[in-house]
């Protein structure tokens, strides 16, 4: 049985590695993901952000250098960037990023451009535009059961966005969402939790929830894509 992370001991370990590896150029450091939103369980991974003044090649050997003597290190994954390159980067995705993100040392937002009310609409554009897509080439293609579940971990994110879009309210709990949303995103909220339970090779199981997600991401292209015509 996996061991509970003591994500406080272990950001505090994380911290002072890459703070000894890499010193002032350090501009943040954030948490992200299950641990971020305080529903991690032992398996869930650690997704750190690490924002550097400029990131070059060799900072990535020196970063995992950094991080190799690190408790769970398996566990790691996560986001690294220069400071222009995140200052350039898609609103749609500098969206979910700001809002999934727990500061542990910087100010994010001295980092990032202002937030505007159309990012929240794009994040739900292009999350749908590419749910739908890959949506359709797993069923037809790969019918891969780790795919689609991937899929729907990105539809909720999609879900966070379409509900700040309607409300002016980000939720980051995943549990949270379930009672504030509609009929039919609850559905896809559900269906991501069932799906969890689905064994590989149950095709009705499979073609059902393929079936769910491509209709409802079909619906948020053609209502959000009129909508910025």
Known sequence: MAMAIDITAW????????????????LFVGLQGSHGRGEAGAASDIDMVL??????????????AAVAGLPHR???CGFVSGRRELASWSRADLFQFCHD????????????????????RQAV?????????L??????HARDLAVLRSL????VFVIQALHCHRTGVHIRR???????????ERRVLLMHESLKAVEAGEAAAFDEASGLLLEWSGRLIREYGSAAG
Not at 135 to 140: D, E, P, R
């Open 125 to 133: 554009l292009v999350g749908a535009c590419n749910t739908y897509h």
């Open 51 to 64: 924002i550097l003044d400029e990131l070059f090649p060799r900072d990535l050997a020196t970063y995992r």
């Open 174 to 184: 995943h549990r949270d969402l379930v009672a504030a949303v509609g009929p039919e």
């Open 152 to 155: 729907y971990k990105g539809a």
């Open 101 to 120: 993100t727990t500061p542990l040392l910087g100010d994010l937002s001295a980092l990032l451009p202002e937030s505007r009310a159309e990012d929240a």
């Open 11 to 26: 950001t505090a370990a994380y911290l002072q590695a890459v703070r000894s590896a890499f010193g002032t150029r350090v």
């Open 74 to 76: 398996d566990h790691l």
């Open 135 to 140: 949506c359709v080439h797993n069923s037809v």
